[in-house]
């Protein structure tokens, strides 16, 4: 069982920066990839990033490729995501998910685990 809970949401300024962290309980945590996805009001959840076990392999949607960036520190059981140059269309909640494989999906049933999410606001 992991338990995952997102921090780091906020108000930013188009352009602007936040640094999501999303801290994971459980004595398998390392085992598993870890991605973010997000969701706005009215939209679908979408993939956003995704890092290997062993942070060797990131995956990215093309919508953030080149200003997010996923990281994990398996020592303190968190992965972070940071996101730079933030646009208005990147407004929406974003939710931490785990799973045992590597994936690039859109689809909430496709990851073992979710954390609640944290709110970004992109003020245009």
């Known amino acids: 069982q992991v338990t995952l809970v997102e921090s780091g949401g906020g108000l930013v300024q188009d352009g602007g920066s936040l640094r999501l962290s999303c801290a994971g309980t459980?004595?398998?945590?390392?085992?598993?990839?870890m991605g973010w996805a997000r969701q706005a009001p009215g939209k679908e959840r979408e993939f956003v990033a995704a890092?290997?076990?062993?942070?060797?392999?990131?995956l990215y949607a093309d919508s953030v490729k080149g200003r997010f960036t996923i990281s994990r520190d398996n020592a303190k059981n968190t992965v972070y995501l940071q996101m730079n140059s933030l646009k208005s269309e990147d407004t929406a909640v974003y939710y931490c998910?785990?799973?045992?494989?590597?994936?690039?999906?859109?689809?909430?049933?496709?990851?073992?685990?979710w954390g609640q999410g944290t709110q970004v606001t992109v003020s245009s």
């Open positions: 890092i290997s076990w062993n942070g060797g392999t990131t």
């Open positions: 459980g004595r398998t945590f390392s085992m598993y990839a």
């Open positions: 998910n785990a799973d045992y494989t590597l994936k690039r999906s859109d689809y909430v049933y496709e990851y073992d685990y």
